[in-house]
């Protein structure tokens, strides 16, 4: 690849057999030997060009070849067999990277967002990115960008895509062979499973809350017998309500980055099973009237302050009040 890209200007001075073993170098170059390496491609270039006087195109393929050598001292060559009959097809390979911890910013709602650099955008004519998520999370929107030169941003140019499952993809066209970019993702929990639940279980315990307080100001109405009739047959029947929820507290061993992102569901649940538990108590314990009413009011707190926890997870209100900017530093 390096023979096949060096400038004409640097070709015609030093041969091929000389610089085979510079450009075998750079393609293996380890962790540990990049600056001596690079520092060698340099005396070699500026050997090569000694005084000349370059031209703008001239200037342009020694940039891009030194943008080249760059990335061959940084990144790696993939190389692949493929079948006889394939050659000369146009193919796509991918190669994936495995992140349990993701950098990200924001957390505490059902979004999250990524962002990851990508510093060698421009290696290709058309960068392809694919993110594909745990089960239980979705990919809400995928923004490739390229970063430009420009302070004002006006040399930035954006793909998107919208995918709204567990796989995403974008591509992008790089303007240059130095391109490099970031990748912003918003994924989210997935509206099945431990969300769906949680939702209705918030809304069976408010209306279960509400409804207990209309019988207590109106029990005269509501009911036949004593109000004060403890232990009352519901407390067994409430108690059933705390075991199927911290049942969802036990699951399967789950990618850390589902474990963070649905946190803020397991703890509503648990604090939904408190409040059932001090109800069921209520119903079983008889206890002073001014006990009582401290721990009614209690259990209204707990839904209350739940189900503006589940609101702020549900609507995203973090994510919305402060979006991270998309700014990354290459050194």
Same mark, same amino acid.
């Given at each position: /690849?390096?023979e096949?890209? +060096?400038?004409?200007?640097?070709?015609?001075? *030093?041969?091929?057999?000389?610089?085979?073993e510079?450009?075998?170098?750079?393609?293996?170059?380890?962790?540990?030997?990049?600056?001596?390496? =690079?520092?060698?491609?340099?005396? *070699?270039?500026?050997d090569?060009? &000694?005084?000349?006087? %370059?031209?703008?195109?001239?200037?342009?393929?020694?940039?891009?070849?030194?943008?080249?050598?760059?990335? /061959?001292?940084?990144?790696?060559?993939? +190389?692949?067999?493929?079948?006889e009959?394939?050659?000369?097809?146009?193919?796509?390979?991918?190669y994936?990277?495995?992140?349990?911890?993701?950098?990200?910013? =924001?957390?505490?709602?059902?979004?999250?967002?990524?962002?990851?650099?990508?510093?060698? %955008?421009?290696?290709?004519?058309?960068?392809? #990115?694919?993110?594909?998520?745990?089960? &239980?999370?979705?990919?809400?929107?995928l923004?490739?960008?390229?970063?430009?030169?420009?302070?004002? &941003?006006?040399?930035?140019?954006?793909?998107?895509?919208?995918p709204?499952?567990?796989?995403?993809?974008v591509?992008?066209?790089?303007?240059?062979?130095?391109?490099?970019?970031?990748?912003?993702?918003?994924?989210s929990?997935?509206?099945? =499973?431990?969300?769906?639940?949680?939702?209705?279980?918030?809304?069976? !315990?408010?209306?279960?809350?509400?409804?207990?307080? +209309?019988?207590?100001?109106?029990?005269?109405?509501?009911?036949? #017998?004593e109000?004060?009739?403890?232990?009352?047959?519901?407390?067994?029947?409430?108690?059933?309500?705390?075991?199927? +929820?911290?049942?969802? /507290?036990?699951?399967?061993?789950?990618?850390?980055?589902?474990?963070? /992102? !649905? =946190?803020? %569901?397991?703890? #509503?649940?648990?604090?939904?099973?408190?409040?059932?538990?001090?109800?069921?108590?209520?119903?079983?314990?008889?206890?002073?009237?001014?006990? *009582?009413?401290?721990? $009614? $009011?209690?259990? !209204?707190?707990? !839904?209350a302050?739940?189900?503006? $926890?589940? #609101?702020?997870?549900?609507f995203? *209100?973090?994510?919305?009040g402060?979006?991270?900017?998309?700014?990354?530093?290459y050194t």
């Open positions: /690849m390096l096949e890209k +060096l400038p004409p200007t640097l070709k015609a001075v *030093w041969s091929r057999s000389s610089r085979r510079l450009f075998l170098a750079i393609a293996s170059c380890q962790t540990d030997s990049i600056d001596e390496t =690079g520092d060698r491609y340099e005396v *070699w270039r500026d090569a060009l &000694g005084n000349k006087v %370059l031209d703008e195109a001239a200037r342009q393929q020694i940039e891009d070849f030194d943008a080249l050598v760059g990335q /061959m001292l940084t990144n790696f060559v993939f +190389l692949v067999e493929v079948k009959e394939l050659v000369g097809q146009r193919l796509i390979l991918k994936a990277l495995d992140q349990a911890a993701p950098n990200s910013r =924001g957390s505490g709602t059902k979004r999250l967002v990524i962002l990851q650099p990508v510093p060698d %955008l421009g290696f290709a004519a058309s960068h392809h #990115m694919e993110v594909e998520v745990p089960a &239980g999370l979705v990919v809400d929107s923004t490739l960008a390229e970063i430009g030169e420009a302070e004002d &941003g006006s040399g930035d140019q954006f793909a998107e895509s919208f709204e499952g567990r796989v995403g993809h591509n992008i066209e790089p303007s240059t062979p130095q391109a490099v970019g970031v990748l912003r993702a918003e994924i929990v997935a509206r099945q =499973g431990l969300f769906f639940f949680t939702q209705w279980t918030l809304i069976s !315990v408010v209306a279960l809350v509400v409804f207990a307080s +209309l019988v207590r100001l109106f029990d005269q109405f509501f009911l036949k #017998m109000p004060d009739t403890i232990p009352s047959p519901a407390a067994s029947i409430l108690l059933v309500g705390p075991a199927l +929820l911290i049942s969802w /507290m036990s699951r399967l061993p789950e990618h850390r980055l589902v474990a963070r /992102m !649905v =946190g803020p %569901l397991r703890g #509503m649940l648990i604090l939904s099973a408190l409040a059932l538990t001090i109800v069921a108590g209520l119903a079983a314990v008889r206890l002073q009237p001014t006990v *009582w009413e401290g721990a $009614w $009011w209690v259990v !209204v707190a707990l !839904v302050a739940v189900s503006v $926890w589940f #609101m702020y997870f549900r995203d *209100w973090r994510i919305r402060h979006q991270p900017e998309l700014v990354v530093e």
